[in-house]
């Protein structure tokens, strides 16, 4: 498996401008998240999506940000319209989640190279 | 609300030795924890996962262990390589799917 694909890896953009982050999960995975990482802050989980529907977006920034996943192979994030403050690194991350009855187990996660973003 | 911390900050040892990172939080309700390394410029490269009624794991020369009821994970590297430099990010996820990473230990090998 190629691991999860995001895309583009850098991205250059004005203020004001849309920007729209791609990321394809590892096939079969059933969980899809975003994050953020900069250096004041750190890592920070934005959203994540179960069989992709969103279930917690409670990390996404503001209003600016919006997150979809059509289908399982398949998620954006899209930012709108940026600002400086957007600037950081994208990481998008897959994992499995598995059931057993009612036990739940949850693989571990594999992340993407990321999306470095500057905002100008 | 869960905090992660790790322990030390940065760390500069010679080839070859033996290292320990520690890792601490604050919420011992965790569904499992998990153990990164990220090189500068790129993503995060997941190393050991440890599911929350396991104690340890091992992968090669890495072996991380794990005491809820102290709050605490560390992640031992045996036999150091300059090639193990890097940031080493321990991140605990909560039944909720909630996801916290700490702040890193920057590891320097010195050949």
């Known amino acids: 498996d190629a691991g999860v694909i995001q895309s583009p890896r850098h991205e250059v953009t004005e203020m004001g401008q849309e920007v729209t982050l791609r990321c394809k999960p590892i096939?079969?995975?059933?969980?899809l998240f975003w994050y953020r990482q900069t250096m004041m802050r750190g890592l920070e989980l934005l959203i994540y999506?179960?069989?992709?529907?969103?279930?917690?977006d409670s990390g996404m920034p503001e209003d600016r940000f919006s997150a979809k996943m059509p289908n399982a192979s398949f998620s954006t994030l899209k930012i709108q319209p940026s600002e400086p403050r957007d600037s950081a690194v994208y990481f998008c991350?897959?994992?499995?989640?598995?059931?057993?009855?009612?036990?739940?187990?949850?693989?571990?996660?594999?992340f993407g190279p990321g999306t470095r973003l500057l905002v100008l | 609300k869960q905090e992660v911390t790790q322990i030390p900050a940065a760390l500069s040892v010679p080839e070859g030795e033996n290292l320990v990172l520690n890792c601490s939080f604050t919420d011992s309700a965790i569904y499992n924890l998990q153990w990164f390394r990220q090189d500068p410029g790129k993503g995060l490269t997941s190393l050991l996962l440890?599911?929350?009624?396991?104690r340890e794991q091992t992968s090669g020369r890495l072996n991380a262990s794990l005491d809820k009821s102290s709050g605490r994970s560390t992640l031992y590297i045996a036999a150091s390589q300059p090639g193990d430099s890097a940031t080493y990010l321990c991140a605990v996820r909560g039944y909720g799917q909630n996801f916290v990473f700490g702040p890193g230990t920057r590891l320097s090998v010195l050949p």
């Open positions: 999506f179960n069989n992709n529907v969103p279930i917690d």
């Open positions: 096939s079969g995975h059933n969980s």
């Open positions: 991350a897959s994992s499995l989640v598995l059931w057993a009855g009612e036990t739940r187990r949850q693989e571990a996660q594999y």
């Open positions: 440890i599911q929350s009624s396991q």
